[in-house]
Each structure stands twice: as structure tokens, then as C-alpha cells.
């Protein structure tokens, strides 16, 4: 049974930092480009940063020079780095396996920055 499940969300205010994680199993954990996706309430579930297998990074725009996605495949985990947060970040973040046809969803942490 594959898992993935999210941690490290809270409340912050504005310009703090937050470490999301996320532990995942029943997968070869290696061979999947991992992934960070966040949803605001009543907006869409966007990208926020990819890792790949060869842990090549990407970044929505708006978090670009921010976070920082990076993954440890001895522990099964990949990580996202949130510096100077802004209230705009508020959302769920999900964690996110791919290879190919295969994706699987963890189930969220929730991420507030607040004043």
C-alpha cells in the first residue's frame, strides 16, 4: 500500500520559515519524480516546486528564490524548504509521486501565514 504523508505545516507569520515533509512508502522511492502542490481555499490545486529522479528542481514562479524542494532517498523523503512566507502562501500543501502513469496524493498539511 503506497503512502505518502505530509508534515511540518503550522502557523506562522509573515517572513517566517517553515520545513514541510513528506515520508513516503510502498513505493521505490528512487524512481519517482516527487512533487510539491499547494490549494488555497476556494482556488485551484497548483504546483509549487518538482524534484526528479536525478533531483533536478523546478519552481512556480511565485515561490522562486524561496523554497527549496529537495528529496533524501535513504529516508524515503522529500522536503520543502519555506522562507520569508508571505499570506499569500496560506493554502494545503500536498506531497506528489509520479512515474509515468502512476501518481499518488498525500493528504496535506496546512500552511497559514498569518499577522
Known amino acids: 500500500q503506497v503512502q505518502l504523508v505530509e508534515s511540518g505545516g503550522g502557523s506562522v507569520q509573515p517572513g517566517e520559515s517553515l520545513r514541510l515533509s513528506c515520508a513516503a512508502s510502498?513505493?521505490?522511492?528512487?524512481?519517482?519524480?516527487m512533487a510539491w502542490y499547494r490549494q488555497a481555499q476556494g482556488k485551484q490545486r497548483e504546483s509549487v516546486a518538482f524534484?526528479?529522479?536525478?533531483?533536478?528542481?523546478t519552481y512556480a514562479n511565485s515561490v522562486k528564490g524561496r523554497f527549496t524542494i529537495s528529496r533524501d532517498n535513504t529516508k524515503n523523503a522529500v522536503y520543502l524548504q519555506m522562507n520569508n512566507l508571505k499570506p499569500e502562501d496560506t493554502a494545503v500543501y500536498y506531497c506528489?509521486?509520479?512515474?509515468?502513469?502512476?501518481?499518488?496524493w498525500g493528504r496535506g498539511t496546512q500552511v497559514t501565514v498569518s499577522s
Open positions: 510502498g513505493i521505490n522511492f528512487g524512481i519517482y519524480a
Open positions: 506528489k509521486a509520479q512515474r509515468g502513469g502512476n501518481i499518488y
Open positions: 524534484i526528479s529522479i536525478d533531483a533536478v528542481t
